[in-house]
């Protein structure tokens, strides 16, 4: 596998089981064009709108902006650390299910859960420490 560069820009990784290419963009725009060409070329299974995806791929550029090595896709976090961040997030949802709650801003702790997730399972796919202790890769 590569290895995570460590400037913001782009890189790509090979999944090793599907042998297909992921090219992971930090720019907002690029990452909606990339989800809507999989949802559109037939080349992805519909797990979520593209407009749902784009959002989460918007929110994961925003966490790692705003945290950067304590991001969720950070190398630097461990599974802990992630587990932290998770159950805040899903505790913000539960705030913004309250009576006073929105449904905007439960939209958008939803989105924030969904990319703290994505961002984990991105994390353990690319960690080759987390993988010796696979007996098949999961993705």
């Known amino acids: 596998m ?13 999944n090793p089981v599907t042998g297909c290419t992921t090219r992971h963009v930090l720019n907002p ?7 809507v060409e999989l949802l559109t070329t037939g080349q992805h299974f519909h797990a979520a709108t593209p407009a749902v995806l ?3 791929g ?9 945290h950067g090595v304590h991001a ?7 599974n802990h650390e992630r587990l932290v961040v998770l159950v805040e ?26 990319a703290v997730v ?10 080759p420490a987390e993988q010796e202790d696979w007996e098949e890769p999961p993705f």
């Open 2 to 14: 590569n290895e995570r560069p460590q400037a913001e820009g782009t890189s790509a990784t090979s």
């Open 29 to 35: 725009a690029e990452i909606a064009a990339t989800l």
């Open 54 to 56: 784009a959002a989460v």
């Open 58 to 66: 918007a929110e994961r550029v925003r966490q790692r902006a705003k």
């Open 72 to 78: 969720p896709d950070s190398p630097s976090m461990n």
């Open 89 to 114: 997030e899903v505790g913000e949802i539960a705030r913004a299910m309250s009576h006073d709650g929105t449904l905007a801003g439960l939209c958008s702790e939803l989105t924030q859960v969904a």
């Open 118 to 127: 994505l961002a984990w399972l991105d994390a353990l796919a690319e960690d």
